[in-house]
Every structure is written in structure tokens, then in C-alpha cells.
């Protein structure tokens, strides 16, 4: 996705879906097929679904920013689509705002404050990447590890 980075132009004038349908591409000159779009799993589709032999590898949702409370939607979006055995999701964010910075802000804030999140467990991989642990939407005892990525798309 550091592509869509660095010719912006391009990418920002793309809705979530074709941007998403290209990292699907990207992923199945690895897997051969297993990365699919759209595909149903628990309660609705997933933007992406990457499937192995022993079972999901990742749900995916897509969004492009359109602020906290959307945010904090999302990660509850991805929640339906989590079996009880899957303990990880992943977000990816394009932003075609220019202060990506705040953003990222602003989605750490509403991760922390969703009711889901198990406090203090907000992990800064990157200066657009983080990570958040979450009471899983089915059992409390487990937790889901949420994996946030952001893609700048601003011009």
C-alpha cells in the first residue's frame, strides 16, 4: 500500500471498494485465490477475507476516514464478522485528508473509548500503524487484537 502513497493522484480518486479490490490482487499474486472480497463470514461480508487451509488468516474492513464516531462503527463492523475463534481483525484506513496525523490521533482516541477496549493495551507500531486489544464480542474472556492501518491518500 506504500504505492498508493506515493502517487496519491491516482489512488484518491478511487472509492474504498476499487482500492480495496486492488490490495485483494496484490495479495492473490501471493496466495493464489485465497484473498477474496466481500466474502460472507459470522454476520455480514467482509471487505477482505484471506483464507489458508487451517481456517481464516485475516478479516479485513476497509474505510476511508470520515472521523471518530465512523471509527469507533467500524471497529464494531468488524466485530460481526469475527468468529469465536478468530482473536485478530484488521482496519485499514485511507485517508484522503491532509493532517493524516490527527486522524490517527482522533482513531486512537475512539479505539480507547470503545466499549469493547481493554485499557492500556493501545501499541504504536508505526507512525500510521497501531494496534488495540478488545473483550471479544462473544466471550468476554477472550480478547481480539485489533490491527489499525492507515494509508495517506491526501493530496
Same mark, same amino acid.
Given at each position: ?49 484471506? @483464507?489458508?487451509?487451517?481456517?481464516? $488468516? =485475516? %478479516?479485513?474492513? /476497509? !474505510? ?5 464516531? #465512523?471509527?469507533?462503527? +467500524? ?8 468468529? @469465536?475463534?478468530?482473536?485478530?481483525? $484488521? =482496519? %485499514?484506513?485511507? /485517508? !484522503? ?5 490527527? #486522524?490517527?490521533?482522533? +482513531? ?21 500503524r497501531f494496534s488495540t486489544r478488545h473483550k471479544h464480542p462473544q466471550d468476554s474472556a477472550k480478547s481480539v ?11
Open positions: 500500500a506504500r504505492q498508493f502513497e506515493i502517487t496519491p493522484k491516482t489512488y484518491s480518486k478511487m472509492e474504498e471498494e476499487e482500492i480495496r479490490d486492488l490490495i485483494i490482487g496484490m495479495m492473490n499474486t501471493n496466495y493464489r485465490g485465497a484473498a477474496t472480497a466481500e466474502t460472507f463470514n459470522k454476520l455480514g461480508k467482509t471487505d477482505i477475507r484471506l @483464507w489458508v487451509n487451517t481456517g481464516n $488468516v =485475516l %478479516i479485513c474492513e /476497509c !474505510k476511508v476516514w470520515n472521523g471518530p464516531k #465512523a471509527y469507533s462503527d +467500524a471497529i464494531g463492523q468488524l466485530f460481526g464478522y469475527l468468529t @469465536w475463534r478468530e482473536g485478530y481483525g $484488521v =482496519l %485499514i484506513i485511507f /485517508c !484522503k485528508r491532509k493532517d493524516m496525523t490527527a #486522524a490517527i490521533g482522533q +482513531a486512537k482516541k475512539a479505539a480507547e473509548t470503545h466499549a469493547s477496549y481493554t485499557s492500556g493495551t493501545l501499541i504504536t507500531s508505526s507512525e500510521s487484537e485489533i490491527y489499525h492501518l492507515f494509508i495517506d491518500l491526501s493530496l
